[in-house]
């Protein structure tokens, strides 16, 4: 075969090859696209459609994005949809950010259309959806909760809330948890969304004392979510700029002369802290008493 026929046929064959992939390719997007006309043909919801204590309203593709975002999601993560509708949520998190994702959806025939949607998606290796009741589904394993619900329905989740894992990130669309304050607020043209991160119990009264050193003091802590308050020593000086974020915490305080700034990671009864006094940092073990 004559060099240029050789090298004429070689481009058609790999062009003839790049075709069937992309081909290929475009037949996948529109077999997904026809699966999920296919799923709303049973059951096709409507904006504003009634549910239980709520009305269904879908959140916005970039809006869900930034929710995500807001809570760091990644691959280890199992993130719980409260009032999954449509599955939107959960499918967003396993194919955008590698998740595993359950949703609860209290409406049977959502629930049903959300199911198909996430195997037309491809994703059921990886998102379930439930049909069931967010007041009694125990979600208590998530390490991200994400919430379009009411104020009211949010104050009510909050108990619940406060008592799962410290560092669980919490996202809710719109509407905030009365004066538990979010730790972060996104608010754009798509709609607004608030972070929560769930806090670690450091109220009471704690020693400190350096591992290598002779030096302590003891603080007693007044906690309200992830504000703290409360005094150290015995001038019952004022602890300022405290809060604590996950199982994060941090202080400062005055000691007479002795200035303080404290940061710690929160084991139960234990913070393991880095307490730099007069520019001097050194490892200190808190222990409550």
Not at 205 to 211: R, S, V
């Amino acid at each position: 075969m004559p060099m240029s026929t050789r090298h004429g046929l070689q481009r058609w064959v790999r062009a003839w090859g790049l075709g069937l992939l992309l081909g290929g390719v475009a037949a996948q997007a529109l077999s997904a696209e026809a699966r999920r006309e296919d799923c709303e043909k049973s059951y096709k919801p409507s904006t504003g459609q009634a549910g239980k204590d709520v009305v269904w309203v879908p959140t916005n593709d970039p809006l869900v994005t930034r929710m995500l975002e807001m809570a760091h999601v990644g691959k280890n993560d199992l993130v719980y949809d409260l009032g999954a509708g449509d599955g939107k949520i959960a499918i967003a998190a396993a194919k955008q950010f590698g998740a595993r994702a359950v949703g609860v959806e209290y409406n049977p025939e959502m629930a049903q259309l959300a199911q198909c949607m996430v195997r037309a998606e491809g994703v059921g290796d990886q998102v379930k959806v439930i049909q069931g009741d967010i007041f009694e589904t125990d979600f208590s394993a998530a390490t991200v909760v994400t919430l379009y619900l009411l104020p009211e329905l949010n104050l009510k989740l909050r108990p619940t809330i406060l008592k799962m894992r410290p560092g669980t990130r919490v996202v809710s669309h719109s509407f905030l948890m009365d004066d538990w304050r979010p730790d972060e607020s996104s608010v754009s043209t798509d709609g607004a969304a608030y972070l929560w991160i769930v806090p670690a119990d450091v109220s009471g009264k704690w020693t400190f004392k350096q591992e290598r050193g002779k030096d302590s003091f003891n603080v007693n802590l007044v906690q309200t979510f992830q504000k703290l308050s409360g005094t150290v020593g015995k001038r019952s000086d004022d602890v300022s700029n405290a809060e604590v974020r996950g199982t994060q915490v941090e202080m400062m305080f005055s000691e007479g002369n002795v200035q303080t700034r404290l940061k710690g990671v929160v084991t139960g009864n234990r913070i393991d802290a880095q307490v730099t006094r007069n520019d001097v940092t050194s490892n200190f073990v808190g222990t409550r008493l």
